[in-house]
Nanobody
Framework: QVQLVESGGGLVQAGGSLRLSCAAS????????RGWFRQAPGKEREFVAS????????YYADSVKGRFTISRDNAKNTVFLQMNSLKPEDTSVYYC???????????WGRGTQVTVSS
């Protein structure tokens, strides 16, 4: 089993910044990606950013490119999402995930609320 625990969410004014963290524990995998989805009220869950743990390659949704940065601390099994220039449209519950390459399973955290006021 894998446990994912997010932290760092909160309330911030438009133009401000937050850094989300997601610490993983439990079962380990050889190849996997980690990242973030978000879901706002009345909307589908959408991809935000991911990082391939082996290569370090990163991927971003068009809506956050240039504003958000995903990074990792391998020793601490932690992935981060640095969110700058936040907009009210970024208001969502942000969910951390871990997706093993050779598996249909995806592991999810419980989410952390990010609210951006105008």
């Amino acid at each position: 089993q894998v446990q994912l625990v997010e932290s760092g969410g909160g309330l911030v004014q438009a133009g401000g910044s937050l850094r989300l963290s997601c610490a993983a524990s439990g079962r380990t995998f050889s190849e996997y990606s980690r990242g973030w989805f978000r879901q706002a009220p009345g909307k589908e869950r959408e991809f935000v950013a991911s990082i391939d743990w082996s290569s370090g390659n990163t991927y971003y949704a068009d809506s956050v490119k240039g504003r958000f940065t995903i990074s990792r601390d391998n020793a601490k099994n932690t992935v981060f999402l640095q969110m700058n220039s936040l907009k009210p449209e970024d208001t969502s519950v942000y969910y951390c995930y871990l997706a093993p390459r050779d598996s249909s399973s995806t592991y999810w955290g419980r989410g952390t609320q990010v609210t951006v006021s105008s």
